[in-house]
T-cell receptor, first 113, second 112 residues
């Protein structure tokens, strides 16, 4: 699986959009970008994933650049409860893979009042 | 009720003791996983199972064993606990198609 690079930490004001970047310059054509988050020692929580098109769900939006070498997770209206470590993970999907998730250091997002 | 549950949530044990951590899920998923997390680090895969008859080692399986008693249950055992197995342990599940993993709340284990 391709390696990812994320900033160590970021701050965001409550109510504002949080934009979390991720670089994955060695991504292969069949690798997806996944985002998970972990709120203070709780189990990681799936947020969103995508291959090449931008994706949106009830939690966030995922913007993937055209060359797929980087992506941005957007939390449109951050709240204090969004304070967490956010992990960007690149991995092959498909039924024959065993679904291993390689968690790096992630980005510590702190949302301030 | 939570879809993925883990018991116990906290456990203190002594070096050399055998301990079992249990995971149950009501999501109907075939695939189950055990991870450990050390302070300040990401999660590392210990074992994974694609179905009841399929068990596979992850990247750090030494000192651990698992049992898949049923589709919904996956247990992790430490045959002879040692202090460096002190960590936060997570169970996760996924189905064949989505591959999104759903995690339990974790078990905090302290080995003295």
């Amino acid at each position: 699986d391709a390696k990812t690079t994320q900033p160590t930490s970021m701050d965001c004001a409550e109510g504002r959009a949080a934009n979390l970047p991720c670089n994955h310059s060695t991504i292969s054509g069949n690798e997806y970008v996944y985002w998970y988050r972990q709120i203070h020692s709780q189990g990681p929580q799936y947020i969103i994933h995508g291959l090449k098109n931008n994706e949106t769900n009830e939690m966030a939006s995922l913007i993937i650049t055209e060359d797929r070498k980087s992506s941005t997770l957007i939390l449109p209206h951050a709240t204090l409860r969004d304070t967490a470590v956010y992990y960007c993970i690149v991995r092959v999907s498909g039924g024959t893979s065993y679904g291993k998730l390689t968690f790096g250091q992630g980005t510590i997002l702190t949302v301030h009042p | 009720d939570a879809d993925v549950t883990q018991t116990p949530r906290n456990r203190i044990t002594k070096t050399g003791k055998r301990i079992m951590l249990e995971c149950s899920q009501t999501k109907g998923h075939d695939r189950m996983y055990w991870y450990r997390q050390d302070p300040g680090l990401g999660l590392r895969l210990i074992y994974y199972s694609f179905d009841v008859k399929d068990i596979n080692k992850g990247e750090i399986s030494d000192g651990y064993s698992v049992s898949r008693q049923a589709q919904a249950k996956f247990s992790l055992s430490l045959e002879s606990a040692i202090p460096n197995q002190t960590a936060l342990y997570f169970c996760a599940t996924s189905d064949y198609y989505q591959e999104t993993q759903y995690f339990g709340p974790g078990t905090r284990l302290l080995v003295l």
